[in-house]
């Protein structure tokens, strides 16, 4: 990890450390454009074929039904399943709160507005494979799915060489209510979900992460299509605000698990104390080695960076203008600092609250905006899965109050028939 | 306008009835690439240049100051001034009920988890010119920008010939307290407002409604930059769902009001008397010929339909389908059947409300998803201004609590640093 002075860097020099590539390798953008226009084409047709392709397997069937999966899932252990209970339950608790009742205004006497929430019927969930299987994903976005009342929730995973998916996934699928999984992966699950085909149902909205082929075909078919897309996706990152009160070795832990997400993820420590970094970055070479995905968690340290501050107003500054997806704020004087978070995903306060404490079960979504997002993005959350619908009711005493306003405001933007829409109520 | 029964259209029919162009022209996204990449490139140089090319201005300067503001608002009448302030007041009170605070949840003993709203801290504003001028647009983005207490607004607008800005724009910022106004128009200014320029600052997100050319370049800056924007747009809309109780006078009035917007506009009337729907149409020839803009209303409304359904509940499912900018439930019996709706952005409640009271006055936000975005996207309000920031805090007991579930979670998932980082505050 480089380690830099914050007095010593230019805004230039911030500008350049805080930077992530969002838009990387137009040439995929090829690939996943033949492999969209395909499926449009093709249908299912084209998702054996890319099962065959890309997932080396024949399949007999697209997805797995409730057999299937009750099957699979018989393997979790009864350990695991209460480690899952927990998590599902504390996420659920958490995603439940943020459902509220809105208010109903009247703006004037006889005009009444007010909000209500409707879920977004049909949505569709994307669950990676592979290497990586995620079966906390699955949670994230099932849970607040149910919760909002989502009446169609299409599930995509990309089938392993057996043509199955994991048994975790397989768990959590039944533990949410979900009878079905469609074992289709990369951007052809994107496209299916997008499009629909004979067997998968286009859906108004699609969540998940996934690799740069999934984001690509997220962020194409959302400036094509009328379907949403929860939020663009890049690798994952976190920052540490630490100071003297910190525990080096708690920091290290926490640098490292985000680094073995992938080589692509960045651990960042902004730290008041130059002692604490050394002895953090002590820490991190003695805990890597011995890690299974050392390998990788190198080489996302090697493309990580420390910076050294004077006090935790920089180190605040620093972050925001970073925005990480994960802030972690290692300091016993965090609520001290809380207040001048501008720019973050979520946030971990104080020495014993570990980020992967967020990845599974706290009752946060760790669905997070990356790539300094989290200037404008919020994670995925219940708001995520419904639309706010506004309504308005006027009554005869309402449109006399309204309508002058409203005939002068038309008027002046040269639009008479938005006048005469009221005018014609109040004349008769 | 074409009419249909309902009963005759079969499921492929109804899909075309409710299908929305909305990836239109591929040519222009040549030209706006071009545009967006000039901006990048000469920043202010490149936007003096487009005001000449395409405003047919030679600007001596980007914006209008406080001064400029003042001086151009003084034509505003009393009367006038009355009304925007009207509508000001009814939108600031109803966007303001949407602010509220979140609860502390603690999913298990010693975990602790909220939300917390953070301002996005940079937003620009475009507010459409020429011959569609907006103040109530400036008002809809404006209002809820200062609610969420955006730190930097960046207001463009396209100049006009004189090198100004229409007065009534001019008044609303004085309103709102924005002391400048870009002259930039088209997809320069958003362009300019995503990448910056040496007079413009970059934001972090976009928001306004525009021409093809600003639609498309907001959906390229989405997809290539980390600037967010509010939503794609579409030509605006209205479905009104009538049935014997209704108006057809008042019907008539409200299809013109939006067919005057444009030539693309669309009015659908969704009627359960062929009586009403017959009145409706008459009304509409009869009150057509005497607009301002009958030439474009009359485009619009050819361009328009209506369906005859048997029962409120088909009309519904049909309104459903569509799922309308605006819709108006025409009908006496509209408490019994708001419960059914699923799909609108903005709804009218009743035979008094006409959708241009909620253009203008009462004090729900105008900015609306067209072109069935609404399946899956909400209308601005305070939350488009906001990011929700999770946090969450664990203390000693907590981490106990929490740790074992963490743990078998990581280990499942194979992440296990993720293990370590709660096994070592356990231990230590």
Not at 37 to 66: C, E, I, M, P, T
Not at 88 to 99: A, E, G
Not at 171 to 187: D, R, T
Not at 319 to 327: G, R, V
């Amino acid at each position: 990890m480089k380690l830099f002075n914050y007095s010593d860097l230019s805004t230039a020099d911030i500008q350049k450390l805080v930077q992530r590539n969002v838009d990387p390798a137009n040439e995929i953008r090829t690939i996943v454009d033949e492999v969209i226009a395909n499926v449009q084409q093709h249908g299912d047709k084209a998702l054996y074929d890319y099962a065959r392709k890309f997932d080396k397997v024949d399949l007999s069937n697209l997805y797995l039904d409730k057999t299937d999966l009750e099957e699979l899932a018989e393997s979790v252990s009864a350990e695991q399943k209460a480690a899952l209970q927990t998590a599902y339950n504390n996420i659920h608790k958490f995603h439940k709160s943020q459902v509220k009742a809105e208010d109903k205004v009247e703006t004037m006497p006889g005009v009444t507005c007010w909000r209500e929430l409707r879920p977004i019927e049909k949505v569709g969930l994307y669950i990676p494979g592979g290497t990586a299987v995620l079966p906390s994903t699955f949670l994230m976005l099932g849970i607040p799915a149910r919760i909002a009342g989502c009446s169609e929730i299409v599930v995509c995973s990309p089938p392993q060489k057996n043509g199955k998916v994991n048994a975790f996934i397989a768990y959590v699928a039944l533990l949410l209510g979900i009878e079905k999984i469609y074992l289709i992966g990369g951007s052809q699950a994107i496209a299916a979900m997008a499009y629909g085909t004979e067997s998968v149902t286009k859906v108004d909205k699609i969540f998940g992460p996934g690799n740069q082929f999934v984001t690509k075909a997220k962020t194409i078919i959302q400036s094509t299509t009328t379907t949403a897309i929860d939020m663009p996706a890049g690798p994952s990152e976190v920052l540490v605000i630490a100071d003297e009160s910190a525990n080096p070795t708690y920091i290290a832990a926490d640098l490292l698990a985000q680094a073995e997400h992938g080589i692509d993820s960045q651990s960042v420590l902004v730290c008041t104390s130059a002692q604490i970094a050394q002895q953090a970055l002590a820490e991190v070479e003695k805990q890597l080695p011995v890690l299974p995905r050392a390998e990788i968690a190198k080489l996302a340290i090697d493309n990580s960076y420390i910076v050294v501050t004077s006090n935790l107003d920089d180190a605040m500054d620093f972050s925001n203008q970073y925005a990480p997806e994960h802030l972690i704020l290692a300091t016993e004087r965090w609520k001290e600092i809380t207040g001048f978070i501008i720019n973050a995903g979520s946030v971990f306060l104080g020495n014993l609250t570990p980020e992967s404490a967020g990845d599974y079960a706290s009752g946060t979504n760790h669905t997070l905006p990356t790539s300094s997002y989290a200037r404008a993005y919020s994670g995925v959350s219940v708001d995520s899965f419904v639309k706010k619908i506004t309504f308005q009711h006027i009554t005869r005493e309402g449109i006399q109050n309204i309508g002058p306003s409203v005939e002068i405001l038309a008027e002046l933007e040269g639009l008479h028939a938005h006048r005469n829409a009221v005018s014609i109520r109040n004349s008769n």
